[in-house]
């Protein structure tokens, strides 16, 4: 019988890379996205997960797709 085991994953993101192309500061991302400053600086640095709403919208803002701005790798 085979056990359930819950997949590992990590989140890589392109977060960084997509702000800077709109030539938006952390700060200013953070303002439009509704929350801190610090939240933009863990998320790019790969320290925060974001909620599934958060995702959501910044996807939405960079006009892309969850899966093309959240990497998800199996670990």
């Known amino acids: ?3 359930n085991t819950l997949e590992v994953f990590s989140i ?3 977060v960084s890379e997509l702000r800077k192309e709109k030539g ?3 700060q200013e991302l ?6 801190s400053r610090q939240t933009i600086i863990s998320l790019e ?5 974001p909620s599934i709403m958060l ?3 910044i996807a939405k803002m960079f006009g892309k797709t ?10």
């Open 1 to 3: 019988m085979k056990k």
């Open 12 to 14: 890589k993101n392109i």
């Open 24 to 26: 938006l500061t952390q």
């Open 30 to 35: 953070a303002q439009i996205m509704r929350v």
């Open 45 to 49: 640095n790969g320290k925060y997960n």
């Open 55 to 57: 995702a959501h919208n």
């Open 66 to 75: 969850i899966e093309e701005v959240f990497i998800f790798e199996e670990e």
